[in-house]
């Protein structure tokens, strides 16, 4: 989740070229507010710009904070008080933001992909080799399988059998990197064969290490995965902290929905016929089944199937209501009854949540938390609508699974309202 080094590149680059646009202080307010932008709606990661969904309107709230906040900037400063000048200004701050990044994935999609030989076996290794996704996003090619199991099944790249002339392999295929993926401890044999790969300039890595930040790799989890975040929900402290936020904002949407109800009421009963809310059950922590409260937006109801991006189903109003997320107001309800959190993995209906995990050996681990009205995957993948879009979303819950946290919610709370604003990722 950190931007750190995206953002140490935006003082860096965008810090030179303040100084070169102006000596005011609007500059340093359009770099300002490109940088925080650029974090709130997901941009601060390059690869983000690669992804069609939402790019640009997550470009256009980004501009519109560097110019709000070289405005604000101008304040401080008479001499900047030009409105042409002090738009300009930030916005030229804004496009060496971006631009840097832009460039980068430029670059990183004419290079050749990654090839690395892939070592190992059982569901962890068979998996990786179907759905190579998520790791250096998506940039790297398994030109080889080293099998340390017996399979019958067949496989889509060349089969070598044992670690010996491991080494020779790779100079023959042309890379240098070896990737170890495993649902079982190495034997000293085998470990003792990898670690001399080093001697041939072969790099031995594995799955966490071309994972792209802030997302875990749903084929792979480390053995004492499980154990170390059930220790980590477990701490009473940590719990209570994150309880406690909840009931405090929870109290607030529920005293906003109570505001605006008649409003809500009137205007979706014009719309179309039916009751105000709408609810269905969800599966919630622990796999335990709870229904769901929603204000309605389609004119029928849904029932196990995906919902597309332009269903006819969505009445007018609903789609303004789904774009906004006024239609999540009532589950503040859920949250102050238990049974959601405000931040966490979006609960799924009982149907597709059987489905996912009979295709997703991990999908189970996202229930280890309560779900929630938003999340770490909402803000930077949005709805899914297909099973492949659930597994990458999944790399994503079971990211915020792992350092879930007052901390972490924090800042997806921040980076969700601005995505609301921007209307990125509804349906």
Not at 50 to 63: C, E, N, W
Not at 149 to 170: T, Y
Not at 304 to 317: N, Q
Request: with cysteine.
């Amino acid at each position: 989740m950190s931007p750190w080094p995206a953002v140490a590149l935006d003082l860096l680059v965008g810090g030179a070229t303040a100084v070169a646009v102006g000596t005011g202080a609007v500059p340093w307010g359009g770099l300002v507010g490109s940088t925080v932008g650029l974090y709130l709606t997901g941009l601060s990661r390059p690869s983000a710009l690669a992804q069609r969904s939402g790019r640009r309107r997550r470009l256009v709230a980004t501009g519109i904070a560097a110019v709000f906040s070289g405005f604000w900037a101008a304040e401080t400063d008479p001499s900047d008080s030009a409105h042409t000048a002090v738009a300009v200004q930030a916005l030229a701050l804004f496009a060496v933001c971006v631009g840097w990044r832009a460039i980068y994935m430029l670059q990183r999609s004419r290079h050749p992909r990654l090839p690395l030989v892939l070592v190992g076996g059982g569901t962890r290794a068979h998996d990786l080799l179907d759905r190579p996704r998520g790791l250096v996003d998506g940039r790297v090619e398994i030109v080889a399988f080293v099998p340390l199991d017996e399979s019958a099944r067949s496989f889509p790249v060349p089969i070598h059998r044992g670690l010996k002339g491991l080494a020779a392999l790779c100079r023959q295929l042309g890379t240098r990197t070896v990737l170890v993926e495993l649902d079982r401890n190495l034997d000293p044999t085998e470990a003792a064969a990898l670690a001399g790969l080093a001697e041939h300039g072969v790099r031995v890595t594995t799955t966490s290490e071309l994972s792209e930040a802030g997302v875990l790799a749903t084929h792979s989890l480390p053995h004492r995965w499980t154990v170390d975040v059930v220790g980590r929900i477990s701490r009473p402290g940590a719990a209570a902290a994150k309880r406690a936020l909840d009931l405090a904002i929870a109290s607030v949407g529920l005293a906003c929905l109570a505001a605006m109800l008649p409003l809500l009421w009137l205007v979706t009963r014009l719309d179309s016929p039916g009751p105000l809310f709408f609810t269905q059950p969800r599966v919630g922590r622990a796999g335990r089944t709870f229904r769901i409260y929603k204000i309605r937006t389609m004119s029928s109801a849904p029932g196990g199937a995906w919902t597309a991006a332009a269903d006819p189903r969505i009445t007018r109003i609903g789609r303004l209501l789904r774009r906004t997320r006024i239609d999540e107001l009532p589950q503040f309800y859920n949250v102050l009854r238990g049974e959601m959190s405000v931040v966490g993995p979006r609960p799924e209906q009982p149907a597709l949540a059987s489905e996912l995990q009979a295709r997703i050996p991990t999908y189970g681990y996202r229930h280890l938390v309560r779900p929630g009205i938003t999340g770490w995957a909402q803000i930077n993948c949005g709805y899914a609508g297909s099973v492949d879009e659930s597994i990458d979303k999944l790399s994503y819950d079971l990211f915020y699974v792992e350092h879930h946290g007052v901390l972490i919610d924090l800042g997806i709370l921040l980076r969700t309202g601005f995505v609301m604003l921007a209307g990125i990722g509804a349906r």
